[in-house]
């Protein structure tokens, strides 16, 4: 399984980006997808995420109302994270990983996640 990261870079304050990450070797359709971040020293924390079949989704409070995660099963095998109205809080490297279906609740686990990408960066000038 790959996880293929990507549309990280630097945006000032208030400003917007949306990153993918390109799936491979598993039948995606059938994974939730996640996002996670972290910051240097800190530990790595959930984001949001995806259920395999697009219809539910969830968000850490610290995004909730700013980020939106989407994902292309049809054609792309992509998962997306829209991130709008940035601030220097969100500032970390973001992580997409994948986990075979599991209970609501821990989608937001990292433990519940068994592929991960290899990181995009992300950050937020003030």
Known sequence: ???????????????????????????????????????????????????????????????KGRFTISRDNANKNTVYLQMNSLNPDDTAVYYCATTPRVALSALMLLSSYDYWGQGTLVTVSS
Do not use: H, N
């Open 1 to 63: 399984v790959q996880l293929q990261a990507s549309g990280g870079g630097l945006v000032q304050a208030g400003g917007s980006l949306r990153l993918s990450c390109a799936a491979s070797g598993r039948t995606f359709r059938d994974y939730d997808m996640g996002w996670f971040r972290q910051v240097p020293g800190k530990e790595r924390e959930f984001v949001a995420a995806i259920r395999w079949s697009g219809g539910t989704t969830r968000y850490a409070d610290s995004v």
